[in-house]
T-cell receptor, first 117, second 114 residues
Framework: GAVVSQHPSWVICKSGTSVKIECRSL??????MFWYRQFPKQSLMLMAT?????????EQGVEKDKFLINHASLTLSTLTVTSAHPEDSSFYIC?????????????FGPGTRLLVL | QKEVEQDPGPLSVPEGAIVSLNCTYS??????FMWYRQYSRKGPELLMY????GNKEDGRFTAQVDKSSKYISLFIRDSQPSDSATYLC??????????????FGKGTHLIIQP
């Protein structure tokens, strides 16, 4: 149980294009989903928190107009990196939590490696 | 001072040894503590979850929390080469991270030598 998937697993794009990453909870309903970013040899840094049907809450320093988050259903959240630039190249990981159902912690997806040329 | 301190290693031990991984933290509001294992280019996998001081055991893994010292540990018995990975400690104020997400340590890179 508690499986979270992400798609795509890796993507290479040109500077200035937009990239959409999907995060799905496969066997539970995720009332809350989180998006993290991880640079090489660094820890996971929380970017934003999203609850189904409401606007995402962004961490300080994360541009909400650049990183668009949509949590349209209890099993799907999407992160769109708009007008991507090389400095956005990173490992993006989502996690999902079933907080409303009594779930206690977060389960992570396999991550999406983004390379912006 | 960072909220969560964790030695990045690498920590290299022979197969079969007992491994001790540690984190210290400064925020006394943290109540929930987790250990995740992360293989290269993969997402973190939950190993242990605890919310009280003391020990919690699951197979070869034992998580220890000392809230008075703001210190948590993960012990791995009978270590195997397949245990080679990066181990991340994580903690939160609220259950599941609540609205604040999880605060992670930097991760310790563990190498088990065959």
């Amino acid at each position: 149980g508690a499986v979270v998937s992400q798609h795509p697993s890796w993507v290479i794009c040109k500077s200035g294009t937009s990239v959409k990453i999907e995060c799905r909870s496969l066997d539970f309903q995720a009332t809350t989903m989180f998006w993290y970013r991880q640079f090489p040899k660094q820890s996971l840094m929380l970017m934003a928190t999203s609850n189904e049907g409401s606007k995402a809450t962004y961490e300080q320093g994360v541009e909400k107009d650049k990183f668009l988050i949509n949590h349209a259903s209890l099993t799907l959240s999407t992160l769109t990196v708009t007008s991507a630039h090389p400095e956005d190249s990173s490992f993006y990981i989502c996690s999902a939590a079933e907080l409303a159902g009594g779930g206690e912690t977060q389960y992570f997806g396999p991550g999406t490696r983004l390379l912006v040329l | 001072q960072k909220e969560v301190e964790q030695d990045p290693g690498p920590l290299s031990v022979p197969e079969g040894a007992i491994v001790s991984l540690n984190c210290t933290y400064s925020n006394s509001a943290f109540q929930y503590f987790m250990w995740y294992r992360q293989y290269s280019r993969k997402g973190p996998e939950l190993l242990m979850y605890t919310y009280s001081s003391g020990n919690k055991e699951d197979g070869r893994f034992t998580a220890q929390v000392d809230k008075s010292s703001k210190y948590i540990s993960l012990f791995i018995r009978d270590s195997q080469p397949s245990d080679s990975a990066t181990y991340l400690c994580a903690m939160s104020v609220r259950r599941g991270g609540g609205a604040d997400g999880l605060t992670f340590g930097k991760g310790t890179h563990l190498i088990i030598q065959p």
